[in-house]
């Protein structure tokens, strides 16, 4: 708020590379994500425990800018939609209700970590630069994993997943899959 008048207006919001929403409060200080689309020069954003009077969507798709975007205990998102975010290299996702997310065409992350979620399935066939995929405790039953096998870190540990082909994918060091409940 440059101006001190108690909005952030969108001249403002363009001049913001990297925001993080973080509270302790157990009382709802947000309503909704909504205006977030006019900070389109966003690098960096992250959201951190919180808590909104209803469950909402983040839609992320005006931030074509974002590199990095990382959701720590926000219970109440639902829905996540990153789909023009061309430029995402690295995605944390944890302990979210997200149980609907938009990838769409996007193909340039490198890093994922969707963990303690309510994913149930992710197809990543189209994301051959991915190299870190943590997918643990989702009830995730279907992982379709980049074409290019690049990955070298990958954990589906307490997951629904029965079946796993990892067949050419030399370069994985780190392989993490054990069998439990995904709470």
Request: a negative charge.
């Given at each position: 708020d440059a101006n001190n008048d108690g909005q952030i207006h969108v001249s403002e919001a363009q001049k913001v590379y990297s925001l993080h929403v973080f509270t302790h409060s157990?009382?709802?200080i947000l309503s909704s994500f909504t205006g977030i689309e006019f900070f389109t020069n966003l690098r960096r954003l992250s959201i951190s425990s919180g808590n909104m009077d209803t469950a909402s969507e983040l839609n992320i798709t005006a931030l074509s800018n974002l590199e990095w975007l990382?959701?720590?205990?926000?219970?109440?998102?639902?829905?996540?939609?990153?789909?023009n975010a061309v430029n995402l290299k690295d995605l944390i996702v944890r302990e979210t209700a997200i149980n609907d997310f938009n990838?769409?065409?996007?193909?340039?992350?490198?890093?994922?970590?969707?963990?303690?979620?309510?994913?149930?399935?992710?197809?990543?066939s189209r994301h051959n630069n991915l190299v870190t995929l943590n997918c643990k405790a989702n009830p995730i039953a279907?992982?379709?994993?980049?074409?290019?096998?690049?990955?070298?870190?990958?954990?589906?540990?307490?997951?629904e997943i029965t079946e796993l082909n990892l067949a050419g994918f030399t370069k994985l060091k780190n392989?993490?899959?054990q069998k439990g409940s995904s709470g």
């Open positions: 157990t009382t709802p990382g959701i720590y205990s926000f219970r109440n998102i639902i829905k996540l939609d990153i789909s990838m769409g065409t996007i193909s340039n992350i490198e890093r994922m970590e969707f963990t303690s979620n309510k994913i149930t399935s992710l197809d990543l279907t992982l379709v994993l980049p074409t290019a096998k690049n990955i070298v870190d990958l954990d589906c540990s307490y997951t392989l993490y899959c």
